[in-house]
């Protein structure tokens, strides 16, 4: 086990700076599966997405090729690897297609939400009084509404329901975002009047610090620690809400961007008439891409909570040396050090 | 210590006060939850006022509607009889002041209030809700259970992930894959409604009709109609159940897994149970309360998922005719269910958190 490890170890530095390394490496059995298919899953969701262009056979919203139309409802075929929809479209070039208005969908909203949810909380958290708790009480009560309704109404202000590509992602987007405020708002916000009392908040406060400065260098620094989580979780629910509106018909045109929420809507009638293909694989991207994105997700989360992180995890690291029992692996994780030393000089 | 100084009156005025709350903490359980009833009526407010200004936002709704089918004198006049020409503020209150009274104003295109739309289709969405959370606690909670049993097992292994796909399956894909499976290909189950014909029109005439059929096809007497019933509810409360059942399995294990390592499931286990019967009796109890807390946010869930069954089942009920209203357009009626569907999830998070402080003392503040 230890030998195993030992040639990684002077490399660490740099390994260490990719993202999720760290986890893959302290994860064990069951865990580091579940986190190294959710990498590996989101990994080729976002290269579908970036490389859709390339990979599509056709358009998203090709009717016809070489002065052909492709007809309707066509089962699978060698011209048309899944088929076509009812509306005459290659299904197989929507799905690659609507990875693209998925990724896209997922950064716009995540991104956006992390910053009204994150400037919120801190002001809300740093400032307190009548602000704080009007904040409090309007993000509660949006937070227990159902998030899918929320997404309704904005998408209806916004766009009136129907827009083109960038209109619709950025519609889809902002009515997601405003459902995940709230999330961010109390994560960061709980984590600011924590923080807010610490001693080295109050010793810049007493060399005459001003608040912005404050809230920037050290409150907002510390309070990050749980948004990775977050955000993988958030994402994951920004495609099932971008999915369920375009299911309701608040989706992106089919000719202005290929959306699998809105190709399933389309598939409903299809379904009863025993026509598999056109619900099918929108339906498959949509779980895929959640379930990548989620295992991420959760495996971060048991990473994180020790009552959930993998029992034989000591178990492993303890039976070189009784020694070694007294150093989690996470804490071997974290680079310190004397640890580093230790362990080198033990084989 | 200044304040005493400065003014005596704090310091005479302190014991009273104190008194006071020592005598209130004895009736902690009645105190919580008028403090916590008090809480629905901002929650409400802030929700109604939230959707009234979001709606309003984009216009008038009678535009919305309309737009292209009356001339503009046409739509002048019906926007000015309707009132939406007057200030904004004034139709604000004005609309608090009727939502107070439970008047949630009527449709558009069909003219009906949207209370009436609520009492003739909120039937069948509850009955949904209930079917859905059978079946989220039949599969949630003894899956949960082997799952904290076989813990870093394959059992668990499959479980978690049967968990997580629950989670990322949209439910109307999960419908649409039950209904292709049972209904088109097997031909085992109805492909969509919530009853056949015949059986909707032997409840029609019942004199106590509910408008829940559950309930209406046993008043029937009839087990036909009763079969139909209940054969129409198994697939959309699959699909609705099996998003919750995920969250409910996943909780479970959770605390399962939490209790089990408690000293006094340590104490029994030293005692000789096994621990089958650790599992059984002694760590599941303490590991449902959480359950309880969670089925508070679980309704928000499941009204949101409901839109979406009762869309892909032709369910008639209050999630299908607001998808209706949306595609019509009509925005007076959505807003008025929205607002509806507001008072609902905080009213069910008040009952929630009441038998929560019931049955866990620790909530209680």
Redesign the interface.
């Known amino acids: 086990m230890t030998r195993l490890s030992t040639p990684s170890r002077p490399r660490r530095s740099l390994a260490s700076r990719i993202p999720l390394f760290d986890q893959v490496r302290s994860s064990i ?2 865990q580091r ?2 986190l190294v298919a959710g990498v590996v899953i989101t990994l080729a969701f976002v290269l579908v997405a970036i490389l859709a262009p390339v990979l599509a056979p056709f358009g998203f919203s090709q009717l016809r090729s070489s002065g052909e139309t492709f007809g309707a409802q066509q089962p699978p075929s060698s011209s048309h690897l899944l088929g076509t929809t009812v509306g005459g479209y290659d299904v197989l070039s929507r799905v690659l297609w609507g990875a693209q208005t998925a990724l896209l969908t997922i950064i716009v909203s995540v991104l956006l939400s992390i910053f009204v949810g994150i400037a919120l909380g801190l002001i809300s958290g740093y400032l307190g009084g009548w602000l704080d708790r009007v904040l409090v ?2 993000c ?3 937070y ?6 929320l997404a ?3 998408s ?2 916004i766009s ?2 129907k827009s083109d590509l960038a209109g619709g992602i950025l519609a889809a987007s902002i009515s997601i975002t405003v459902v995940f405020i709230p999330q961010y708002f109390r994560v960061i916000r709980a984590e600011t009047v924590r923080i807010k009392s610490e001693a080295y908040v109050e010793s810049a406060k007493v060399i005459g610090t001003r608040a912005p400065r404050i809230i920037v260098r050290h409150v907002l620094r510390n309070a990050t620690r749980s948004l990775p989580l977050l955000l993988t979780l958030n994402s ?1 629910e920004a495609l ?1 809400t971008l ?2 509106l375009g ?4 989706g992106i045109e089919p000719s202005a961007a290929a959306e699998w ?1 809105y190709d ?1 809507n389309k ?2 009638s299809d ?4 026509i ?1 293909w056109t ?2 694989f929108p ?1 498959l991207a ?2 895929l891409a ?2 990548g994105i ?2 991420v997700g ?1 495996s971060l989360n048991d990473l994180a909570d020790p ?2 992180r ?3 995890a000591a178990v492993d690291s303890g039976a070189p040396s009784a020694d070694d029992d007294a150093v989690p692996h996470g804490a071997g994780a974290s680079g310190d050090p004397l640890i580093d030393s230790n362990e080198e000089a033990r084989p | 210590m200044t304040a005493e100084l400065a003014t005596p009156d704090p310091a005479s005025a302190a014991p009273p006060v104190a008194a006071r709350r020592s005598a209130s903490s004895g009736g902690g359980l009645l105190r919580y939850l008028i403090v916590r009833f008090l809480l629905i009526i901002p929650t409400i407010f802030i929700l109604v006022t939230l959707v009234f200004v979001l709606m309003r936002s984009t216009g008038d709704p009678i535009t919305a509607a309309q737009g292209g089918k009356l001339t503009a004198v046409e739509l002048a006049k019906r926007i000015h009889d309707a009132g939406y020409d007057r200030p904004i503020l004034v139709q604000y209150f004005e609309y608090i002041g009727q939502v107070f009274t439970g008047n949630f104003g009527n449709t558009i295109t069909d003219n009906r209030p949207v209370t009436e739309v609520l009492l003739t289709y909120g039937g069948a969405t509850l009955e949904l809700a209930f079917y859905a959370l059978i079946v989220a606690f039949v599969v949630g909670i003894p899956l949960g259970m082997v799952a904290a049993y076989f813990r870093d097992k394959a059992p668990d292994a499959f479980l978690r992930i049967f968990a997580i796909l629950c989670y990322a399956t949209p439910v109307f894909f999960a419908g649409l894959l039950l209904k292709l499976v049972f209904s088109v290909w097997l031909h085992v189950l109805p492909v969509a409604g919530r009853a056949s014909t015949g059986a909707e029109l032997q409840m029609q005439v019942l004199p106590g009709k509910t408008g829940i059929y559950l309930i209406d096809a046993f008043q029937t007497g009839n087990p036909d109609v009763i079969g139909d019933v209940l054969s129409h509810a198994v697939l959309p409360g699959i699909a609705l159940g099996l998003l919750t059942a995920g969250v409910f399995l996943r909780l479970v294990r959770t605390n399962l897994i939490g209790t089990l390592g408690t000293d006094y499931v340590d104490a029994a286990r030293s005692r000789g149970v096994s621990e089958f019967r650790l599992v059984r009796k002694h760590a599941y109890r303490p590991a449902l309360i959480p359950i309880i807390t969670v089925i508070g946010l679980q309704i928000a869930l499941l009204l949101g998922g409901a839109v979406l069954t009762e869309t892909t089942f032709e369910w008639k009920g209050l999630g299908f005719q607001l998808a209706q209203y949306l595609a019509s357009r009509d925005f007076v009626a959505v807003q008025g269910i929205v607002a509806l569907l507001a008072v609902i999830v905080a009213v069910t998070n008040f009952i929630v958190d009441v038998i929560a402080a019931l049955i866990d003392p620790r909530v209680r503040y």
């Open positions: 059995g069951l599966g579940m009480v309007v509660d009560a949006v227990a509404f159902p998030s899918l309704l309704i109404v904005m209806i202000v009136g329901g994951s099932l999915a369920g299911f309701l018909g608040f929420g399933l598939a409903l379904v009863t008439s025993g598999w619900a099918l339906g949509i779980v959640v379930l989620t295992l959760e009552r959930l993998g029992r034989r």
